[in-house]
């Protein structure tokens, strides 16, 4: 399910990278814009501040400013004659009130004679009935007291005629506004007057609006405004004024100057641009990471396929099998799972290789791959184990099921295999396991398997045989049976030599015997040569064994001329350069004739290249020994190979034969097989006829000798003797029978 694994990838993938990185971009982002909007609030704060200490500044400087106005016009000999000593009101009207007026823009102004009492008032540059008025100016009249109680010996440096005056801020006619008020006097020190008795000049600025623009303009105080209220606008920075006695007088409110807030929203779009591109790079990045490590996954993946598969056929290999043999097998909810092992060899496949390349012996690997899975679905677990082996791993239903499937399959691969250049055949043998409760370890299960693979090699391939337990014992022999056949080839009560009868076909005489190795063990009893001859051809003891046999063989064949003899030869006997003198020594020793005797070889001989099995066979026929060519139909079958290593006749193996019957293909075989050795001057010998179904059939496609049950098994040489000697098995002369009627 590729999907789920992508899944599974793509969330391991954000689990790994993309959460930590947009986790680190997150908190980068947040830490940043904190960053920024602190130090934006700070510089502000700081910006506040100072504007805050400038207007606290500003309005010190205010209240000086009025003193040194009034003091322009206070500290003035003309200021005292015309209000103390003699009131001249056109004289104070011109310079007192309408000078202050026009020139400081003061709002009021008042003049007061040494007893606090209004002398002359102007408002807003006209002149009033300062009596009428009075009632009005209290805060004017509490800074004059104020001012009267000043202490009259001032501090030095001092001097009695320096000004006197104070100017505070305070609500007047219920207006915010700054006041001031100045003791007249001389400023030459001609006029003298009594501490406490001065004249007083009294101004009233009003903070309305035009000082508010004032403020703007000269100090940047935007907006600025004088209010008796405070606004609640966060953008508006508020002072509040007080008296000098400390009585709130009115707020001062401005636009805040706000440089931390200009500066972010003049470089705040360039940071977020900064931002978005940084996050886009890092993305790409991801993507980019994440498409690689994808690849490596894939790369991984890939690798660990080709490590738990085999490369040619793509099924699962030894190891991954292994693996999933003891995954299934601890897995099991019980001993009544039921679980059955089947090893398969392919019988022949070498040959295949041999003569017809790797490339062709690839091809048939693959499609009995493909034929094996075609039977048994897509549930059962197929693996290569190399070479020729597959296993196969079922969860069966009973065994009875399995064992009929095992049968499927052997069917299946032995029908010809169409590759791409070249038809082949080959078989299958194939050795069954079930796992029962006791038989679960995946190890003993495979040898097992192994075993019963053996044994269906062993009982003629194209098989599929059960593993039972005695086949352990017999295996357990397999290793002991190269000294037990050591041994018993040097003593003479264990291997024997039988003669099976050779029938010819049209008289149903017997005109000769095949001569058969037989061992007779003190424990094992009868062991098949099919065990034992593939162990002495291994380790060399088939040279002994042959001999053995051969000197049987002729030693009949010397008392029964005109009889054909058949005695089977190995290849590594038939490789050895001294094998043609031994076999005519034994000839001339016992003194059979040697045109009675006939060499049997197999296929693999032929394909064999090698110049000493030709020299040894071109030896024979010149003698005038015959050679058959037995399991005919089994190997390469290959006729052309015939033409190399000329043969007398083909033995047409048994496998076939048991197939006779009326209608099945094997009948047009063997038909095939017998004209095509008859048209090469060959005879044909069948052999395991059974039935006389099967003779009938082989009579009538020609064969010129039958051999099987149907007529004998292997008797002993007494037996063989008497049925030679038997007057309707008259000899009959070998050399004619080579002719197809
Ligand atoms: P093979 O050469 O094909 O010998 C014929 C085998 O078929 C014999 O098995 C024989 O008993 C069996 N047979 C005969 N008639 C019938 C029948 O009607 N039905 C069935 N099913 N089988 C039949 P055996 O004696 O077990 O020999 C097996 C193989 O061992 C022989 O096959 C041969 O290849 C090899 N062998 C036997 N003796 C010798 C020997 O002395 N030297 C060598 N090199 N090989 C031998
Ligand atoms: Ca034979
Ligand atoms: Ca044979």
Same mark, same amino acid.
């Given at each position: 399910?590729?999907?789920?694994?992508?899944?599974?990838?793509?969330?391991?993938?954000?689990?790994?990278?993309?959460?930590?990185?947009?986790?680190?971009?997150?908190?980068?982002?947040?830490?940043?814009?904190?960053?920024?909007?602190?130090?934006?609030?700070?510089?502000?704060?700081?910006?506040?501040?100072?504007?805050?200490?400038?207007?606290?500044?500003?309005?010190?400087?205010?209240?000086?400013?009025?003193?040194?106005?009034?003091?322009?016009?206070?500290?003035?000999?003309?200021?005292?004659?015309?209000?103390?000593?003699?009131?001249?009101?056109?004289?104070?009207?011109?310079?007192?009130?309408?000078?202050?007026?026009?020139?400081?823009?003061?709002?009021?102004?008042?003049?007061?004679?040494?007893?606090?009492?209004?002398?002359?008032? +102007?408002?807003?540059?006209?002149?009033?009935?300062?009596?009428?008025?009075?009632?009005?100016?209290?805060?004017?009249?509490?800074?004059?007291?104020?001012?009267?109680?000043?202490?009259?010996?001032?501090?030095?440096?001092?001097?009695?005629?320096?000004?006197?005056?104070?100017?505070?801020?305070?609500?007047?006619?219920?207006?915010?506004?700054?006041?001031?008020?100045?003791?007249?006097?001389?400023?030459?020190?001609?006029?003298?007057?009594?501490?406490?008795?001065?004249?007083?000049?009294?101004?009233?600025?009003?903070?309305?609006?035009?000082?508010?623009?004032?403020?703007?303009?000269?100090?940047?105080?935007?907006?600025?405004?004088?209010?008796?209220?405070?606004?609640?606008?966060?953008?508006?920075?508020?002072?509040?004024?007080?008296?000098?006695?400390?009585?709130?007088?009115?707020?001062?409110?401005?636009?805040?100057?706000?440089?931390?807030?200009?500066?972010?929203?003049?470089?705040?779009?360039?940071?977020?641009?900064?931002?978005?591109?940084?996050?886009?790079?890092?993305?790409?990045?991801?993507?980019?990471?994440?498409?690689?490590?994808?690849?490596?996954?894939?790369?991984?993946?890939?690798?660990?396929?080709?490590?738990?598969?085999?490369?040619?056929?793509?099924?699962?290999?030894?190891?991954?099998?292994?693996?999933?043999? &003891?995954?299934?097998?601890?897995?099991?909810?019980?001993?009544?799972?039921?679980?059955?092992? +089947?090893?398969?060899?392919?019988?022949?496949?070498?040959?295949?290789?041999?003569?017809?390349?790797?490339?062709?012996?690839?091809?048939?690997?693959?499609?009995?791959?493909?034929?094996?899975?075609?039977?048994?679905?897509?549930?059962?677990?197929?693996?290569?184990?190399?070479?020729?082996?597959?296993?196969?791993?079922?969860?069966?239903?009973?065994?009875?099921?399995?064992?009929?499937?095992?049968?499927?399959?052997?069917?299946?691969?032995?029908?010809?295999?169409?590759?791409?250049?070249?038809?082949?055949?080959?078989?299958?043998?194939?050795?069954?396991?079930?796992?029962?409760?006791?038989?679960?370890?995946?190890?003993?299960?495979?040898?097992?398997?192994?075993?019963?693979?053996?044994?269906?090699?062993?009982?003629?391939?194209?098989?599929?045989?059960?593993?039972?337990?005695?086949?352990?014992?017999?295996?357990?022999?397999?290793?002991?049976?190269?000294?037990?056949?050591?041994?018993?080839?040097?003593?003479?009560?264990?291997?024997?030599?039988?003669?099976?009868?050779?029938?010819?076909?049209?008289?149903?005489?017997?005109?000769?015997?095949?001569?058969?190795?037989?061992?007779?063990?003190?424990?094992?009893?009868?062991?098949?040569?099919?065990?034992?001859?593939?162990?002495?051809?291994?380790?060399?003891?088939?040279?002994?064994?042959?001999?053995?046999?051969?000197?049987?063989?002729?030693?009949?064949?010397?008392?029964?001329?005109?009889?054909?003899?058949?005695?089977?030869?190995?290849?590594?006997?038939?490789?050895?350069?001294?094998?043609?003198?031994?076999?005519?020594?034994?000839?001339?020793?016992?003194?059979?004739?040697?045109?009675?005797?006939?060499?049997?070889?197999?296929?693999?001989?032929?394909?064999?290249?090698?110049?000493?099995?030709?020299?040894?066979?071109?030896?024979?026929?010149?003698?005038?020994?015959?050679?058959?060519?037995?399991?005919?139909?089994?190997?390469?079958?290959?006729?052309?190979?015939?033409?190399?290593?000329?043969?007398?006749?083909?033995?047409?193996?048994?496998?076939?034969?048991?197939?006779?019957?009326?209608?099945?293909?094997?009948?047009?075989?063997?038909?095939?097989?017998?004209?095509?050795?008859?048209?090469?001057?060959?005879?044909?010998? &069948?052999?395991?006829?059974?039935?006389?179904?099967?003779?009938?059939?082989?009579?009538?496609?020609?064969?010129?000798?039958?051999?099987?049950?149907?007529?004998?098994?292997?008797?002993?040489?007494?037996?063989?003797?008497?049925?030679?000697?038997? +007057?309707?098995?008259?000899?009959?002369?070998?050399?004619?029978?080579?002719?197809?009627?």
């Amino acid at each position: 399910m590729p999907s789920k694994t992508s899944t599974l990838e793509r969330r391991h993938f954000s689990a790994a990278f993309l959460l930590p990185v947009v986790l680190a971009l997150g908190i980068t982002a947040v830490a940043t814009l904190g960053f920024v909007l602190w130090s934006t609030a700070s510089i502000d704060q700081r910006s506040l501040e100072r504007q805050t200490k400038m207007i606290h500044e500003v309005m010190d400087a205010r209240r000086a400013r009025l003193i040194h106005e009034l003091a322009s016009v206070g500290v003035w000999d003309d200021s005292v004659v015309n209000t103390r000593l003699m009131f001249n009101f056109n004289w104070v009207h011109i310079n007192l009130g309408t000078w202050t007026q026009e020139f400081f823009g003061h709002h009021q102004t008042v003049v007061f004679d040494g007893a606090n009492r209004p002398l002359y008032m +102007m408002r807003n540059g006209n002149a009033v009935d300062a009596e009428a008025y009075a009632r009005q100016l209290g805060p004017v009249q509490l800074l004059v007291d104020r001012l009267r109680a000043l202490p009259h010996i001032l501090p030095p440096p001092r001097k009695p005629s320096e000004p006197r005056a104070l100017a505070d801020f305070a609500v007047v006619e219920g207006v915010p506004a700054l006041i001031g008020a100045m003791a007249l006097v001389s400023d030459t020190g001609a006029i003298t007057q009594s501490p406490g008795t001065e004249p007083l000049i009294a101004a009233v600025q009003f903070l309305d609006g035009n000082a508010a623009a004032h403020l703007a303009r000269e100090y940047r105080f935007e907006q600025g405004r004088f209010s008796l209220s405070r606004t609640d606008d966060p953008g508006r920075a508020v002072y509040p004024i007080f008296s000098t006695t400390g009585r709130f007088v009115a707020f001062f409110e401005w636009d805040r100057d706000r440089p931390g807030l200009m500066l972010l929203l003049q470089t705040g779009p360039a940071l977020v641009a900064a931002f978005i591109v940084a996050a886009i790079l890092v993305l790409l990045l991801l993507r980019q990471l994440r498409h690689s490590s994808a690849a490596l996954d894939a790369g991984r993946r890939h690798a660990e396929h080709q490590a738990a598969h085999d490369l040619l056929t793509g099924l699962p290999n030894r190891t991954s099998f292994d693996v999933e043999l &003891a995954r299934i097998l601890a897995e099991r909810t019980g001993p009544d799972a039921n679980l059955a092992l +089947m090893m398969l060899d392919l019988d022949r496949f070498k040959q295949v290789n041999d003569t017809l390349g790797h490339q062709a012996g690839d091809e048939l690997i693959c499609a009995v791959g493909d034929r094996i899975r075609a039977i048994v679905g897509p549930a059962v677990t197929i693996a290569r184990l190399g070479g020729d082996e597959f296993v196969m791993l079922i969860q069966e239903r009973d065994h009875g099921t399995t064992l009929a499937l095992a049968t499927q399959i052997v069917e299946a691969i032995g029908q010809p295999f169409d590759l791409r250049r070249f038809r082949a055949h080959v078989g299958a043998s194939i050795g069954i396991v079930h796992a029962s409760g006791s038989n679960a370890d995946p190890q003993e299960l495979m040898r097992k398997a192994d075993i019963a693979l053996y044994e269906a090699k062993a009982g003629g391939r194209n098989r599929a045989v059960v593993y039972e337990e005695h086949m352990n014992e017999l295996l357990q022999l397999q290793h002991t049976i190269e000294e037990e056949l050591r041994e018993a080839l040097q003593r003479d009560d264990q291997l024997s030599v039988v003669f099976q009868p050779l029938v010819d076909q049209r008289t149903r005489k017997v005109m000769g015997a095949e001569s058969l190795a037989r061992w007779h063990h003190p424990k094992y009893g009868q062991i098949s040569p099919a065990r034992f001859i593939p162990v002495a051809e291994n380790t060399g003891l088939i040279e002994v064994l042959g001999e053995f046999v051969l000197r049987r063989a002729c030693e009949l064949g010397a008392t029964a001329p005109g009889r054909t003899i058949a005695v089977n030869i190995s290849p590594t006997q038939l490789r050895n350069p001294r094998f043609s003198s031994q076999v005519f020594d034994i000839l001339s020793q016992t003194g059979m004739r040697p045109g009675d005797l006939e060499l049997e070889i197999t296929e693999s001989i032929l394909l064999d290249n090698e110049h000493l099995s030709g020299q040894n066979l071109r030896a024979f026929r010149a003698a005038g020994i015959h050679i058959a060519l037995d399991d005919f139909g089994t190997g390469y079958s290959s006729l052309s190979y015939l033409k190399r290593y000329p043969v007398d006749r083909i033995k047409i193996d048994r496998s076939f034969v048991s197939q006779l019957a009326d209608g099945h293909v094997s009948v047009a075989i063997t038909q095939a097989i017998v004209s095509l050795a008859h048209a090469m001057d060959l005879a044909v010998t &069948a052999e395991g006829v059974e039935t006389e179904g099967q003779a009938t059939i082989l009579g009538q496609l020609g064969c010129n000798t039958l051999q099987g049950f149907l007529f004998s098994g292997g008797v002993p040489a007494e037996q063989i003797t008497a049925i030679f000697a038997d +007057m309707a098995n008259a000899p009959k002369d070998v050399s004619t029978e080579a002719v197809p009627a």
